[in-house]
């Protein structure tokens, strides 16, 4: 397949990058390098690698969908606190226009599929205790959520009629390493702080978030190129697995199994803007797309913690580790 990867130097398409690559497919990455591009260099001189570095949002995408076969469409401003910091007006720039003219193009062009990268940030706080599903009611509560939700309502209602056939994945919270690896998602920010400082501050202790190990995520992106039509098209499916969810509380204890000595302190109240408190069913992807995945919760905790001391990751602390809103440029 030739395969076009928006945000392909980021956590995510750095890693899908490679592997698409490896299994013989053409990879185009498009992305505007805001984190730098070490992620994508080694595979820079690869003949079926190809590589322009813009902004999706406002550039021409034409000459970097024509004759493609699909699409992934992973830029984005990620998490409410990118969003935060670049604003309202930039983040439906990037998050839901962004999307608009990325689909656009993708059907112009004659592109097949296009897989969004949706969230399960979506669904907020389930009143009910009971996990989400893909029918569940939807409570954003974040700029964030909000974007991709509208997103999301855009790419099905041109399910309907589109040559280009839209697959909306809501990914779970991600972990592990990747050749962009972020520190500012929950479990390998817990693995830093408690190798740095052996001690973890837990605010919500009982809140659930539900997780899964990125190399996952790029085996269920791999599985939604090559899936049916007929079990893509217009569809949303939760991406992770039910065994990935996890109270906060429980996560630290997982994280001190790993990581001995740390002292773990709870408080009640924090208000970051991003207050889940879920847990996710994923029985849809599992029997629809036979999707299942495969790393564990411990072995992703440990895959973190070995990077980190065998020193693979140098200065993790860094904002090339995270989407740090210091190096986004508010409006």
């Known amino acids: 397949m030739k395969v076009t990867i928006t945000g392909g130097a980021g956590y995510i398409g750095s890693l899908l990058a490679g592997v698409l690559l490896d299994d013989g497919h053409d990879v185009t990455v498009l992305d505007d390098l805001l984190f730098g591009g070490d992620s994508i260099l080694p595979y820079f001189s690869h003949r079926r690698f190809h590589f322009a570095k813009m902004d999706v949002a406002a550039a021409d995408l034409a000459p970097y969908l024509a004759g493609r076969d699909a699409v992934v469409h992973l830029a984005a401003l990620v998490g409410f606190p990118a969003c935060q910091r670049a604003g309202k007006e930039e983040s439906w720039r990037v998050n839901y226009e962004g999307v608009r003219r990325v689909f656009t193009a993708a059907e112009q062009a004659g592109v097949k599929r296009l897989i969004f990268a949706s969230t399960y940030s979506n669904y907020g706080i389930a009143p009910d205790g009971q996990a989400v599903t893909e029918e569940s009611p939807l409570f954003p509560q974040s700029i964030y959520a909000e974007t991709k939700i509208a997103a999301e309502q855009y790419l099905k209602e041109q399910a309907a009629t589109s040559r280009c056939a839209p697959l909306l994945y809501r990914f779970a919270t991600l972990y592990g390493v990747s050749p962009r690896t972020r520190f500012d998602l929950m479990v390998n920010q817990f693995v830093l702080e ?3 400082t052996r001690h973890l501050l837990i605010y919500q202790r009982h809140y659930s978030r539900s997780f899964v190990h990125i190399r996952d995520i790029v085996r269920a992106l791999c599985l939604g190129l090559e899936a049916p039509e007929e079990l893509i ?27 001995p000595g740390t002292e773990v302190t709870y408080k009640d109240m924090a208000f970051d803007g991003d207050m889940r408190d879920i847990a996710v069913s994923f029985d849809k992807i599992v029997n629809r797309l036979g999707f299942h995945t495969t790393i ?3 072995e992703g905790i440990q895959e973190v913690s070995e990077a980190i001391l065998t020193g693979l990751i140098s200065d ?11 190096l986004l440029k508010k409006e």
Do not use: C, F
């Not at 992770?240 to 001190?256: C, F, I, R, W």
């Open 194 to 196: 408690a190798i740095q």
């Open 296 to 298: 564990s919760m411990d």
């Open 233 to 259: 098209r217009g569809e949303i499916y939760n991406v992770g697995t039910n065994d990935g969810n996890y109270t906060k509380e429980q996560l630290a204890q997982l994280v001190q199994k790993h990581v």
């Open 316 to 326: 993790p602390s860094s904002d090339r580790y995270r989407n740090a809103p210091s």
